[in-house]
């Protein structure tokens, strides 16, 4: 069974920066394309950034381009998300999502696997 598992969020001042952190087990972390989601309170969960199994290509939001970056180590079965320039409109919950199958990757009905949230808030 996969798990993921988030860490890293927190509070920060707007134009701060934040690294998120992703733990994955239970599977070939090689095989799985990795997004990060955001959810913030009232809206629909939104796709934040993926990157696919090789790393090659990674895929943003066009309200974070030039602002986060996301990575992954294999070696170490973590996905990344670099946040920086952050604003109080990045305040959400922030999930981190795995999916072994060719999908569009910045699809979330396209993941099935997902890990609890990690709370990020960025005061102004």
């Known amino acids: 069974q996969v798990t993921l598992v988030e860490s890293g969020g927190g509070l920060v001042q707007a134009g701060g920066s934040l690294r998120l952190s992703c733990a994955f087990s239970?599977?070939?972390?090689?095989?799985?394309?990795m997004g990060w989601f955001r959810q913030a309170p009232g809206k629909e969960r939104e796709f934040v950034a993926s990157?696919?199994?090789?790393?090659?290509?990674?895929y943003y939001a066009d309200s974070v381009k030039g602002r986060f970056t996301i990575s992954r180590d294999n070696a170490l079965n973590m996905a990344y998300l670099q946040m920086n320039s952050l604003k109080p409109e990045d305040t959400a919950v922030y999930f981190c999502?795995?999916?072994?199958?060719?999908?569009?990757?910045?699809?979330?009905?396209?993941?099935?696997?997902w890990g609890q949230g990690t709370q990020v808030t960025v005061s102004s």
């Open positions: 999502a795995g999916e072994s199958d060719a999908i569009v990757a910045t699809r979330r009905s396209a993941y099935r696997f």
């Open positions: 239970g599977g070939s972390f090689d095989h799985y394309v």
């Open positions: 990157i696919l199994r090789s790393s090659d290509t990674k």
